[in-house]
């Protein structure tokens, strides 16, 4: 490692980034490698999401710096920006900050205009589209030579070279509220207060979504619930809306459902964006697999699911989830996705037809009344208090290092790496005084202390 690469390695680990738009991967981990390719995820292909698309609006200096840094950190001669052709606005804002070489200190930096497919954003389909290149099945982009990091994790990154660690949250809220805004919020805070800055639920009966439509959670207690690092937007939906009921379905019931109405007309695996691109997953055979006893070892291939929910939300004639069967498998597998055999990795000829459009997933999911720009919000008012989680990343849970009644300022490490563990610390996104300490979060309240 170079010198330059190891300090920017610990300074993105100071500043405890993660991946912003996924599981939390932590990011020095990545960063502490070769490549050839940058590649920014600015896809922002989960319907209704488009905090992404507006930090590249608004901050699409800061983006730019973080992808230098990092194209010098890997060693990357060349960089790209994964973008939607349908974002002019946003694109022409890029361009014009691309053509400045004093910002880009003559950089290979250009921009992928992407078809509006879902899921675009899904990294390894991404790194297909923009490359050419297929990431092993159960591997990462590093594997074929490609960082991918999002937009909110490449703005984190120059935040943390200048020594500033990660306070702050970009999240769009949409759905069934007064005023669907996009904001950005100490990580921490908690939704509700979130929820008023965007006038409130305008009916009673919704459930929350911590995340998009098709990949997001959602909330069993969105009271007691906090934004966190990787909270790219909150939706609100009717508790009878089909994607939340599909997101509470009991699995048990699906398992028994799944026996009896599974017709292996294989649309789902015909139309999943990993088995395109040559890796092994059949989610017919698995869900063949359940009438069957024993464990049966085409199961394995559970591991390999992106749980895009492509076969569920728009695939199954019969109304049924591979995704959830293949989530459930995977809690029970012991082995790692590396370890599934059976690739055959070759883009499927159909690829091209076989994309989703958003537009009209969206018509699917019957959500295109809540497809509307949302307004921006500048200077929102703080939370009294905030929740940071400690484990709401890849790899170990933080280790609290503060305790009740301790003073804390604003960017002060509350939770650290445990030692040799994959993880990321957590700071404080306000000055206040730690009311509560356990082992999912630290509570916070502000609070005007002299320090
Ligand atoms: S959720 Fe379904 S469509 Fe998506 S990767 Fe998994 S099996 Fe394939
Ligand atoms: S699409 Fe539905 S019915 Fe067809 S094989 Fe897959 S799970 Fe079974």
Sequence with gaps: MTQSQHLLVEKIRAAGVVGAGGAGFPTHVKMNAKADTVLINGASCEPLLCADIHLMETCGQDIIKGLGLVMDAVGAPGAMIGIKAKHEHTLAILEKLLADPILTEKRRISIFKMKDFYPGGDEHVLVNEATGRIVPQGGIPLEVGVVVSNAESMFNIAKAWDGKPVTHRTLNVAGEVVRPIVVRVPVGTPVSHVLKLAGGMKRPDCRVIDGGPMMGRVLDNPTAAYVSKTTSGLIVLPREHNVIQGKIADIERLMRVTRLACCQCSLCTDLCPRNQLGHNLQP??????????????????????????????????????????????????????????????????????????????????????????????????????????????????????VAKGEVVTLGQVVGEIPEKALGARVHSSVQGRVIAVDSEKILVKKEKVNV
């Design 284 to 401: 017919h055979l698995i869900m063949r697999s359940l009438a069957l006893p024993g464990d049966h070892p085409v199961r394995e291939q559970a591991l390999l699911c992106s749980e895009c929910g492509i076969c569920e939300k728009w695939a199954c004639p019969m109304g049924l989830s591979p995704r959830e069967v293949n989530r459930a498998i995977k809690q029970q597998l012991k082995i790692r996705p590396s370890e599934v055999g059976g690739a055959n990795l070759a883009r499927h000829p159909y690829t091209d037809f076989r994309r989703v459009p958003v537009k009209r997933l969206l018509g699917r999911l019957d959500l295109l009344q809540y497809d509307v720009h949302p307004a921006p919000m500048a200077d929102p008012a703080d939370p009294d208090q905030v929740g940071l989680y400690l484990g709401r990343h890849i790899g170990a849970p933080a280790k609290p290092v």
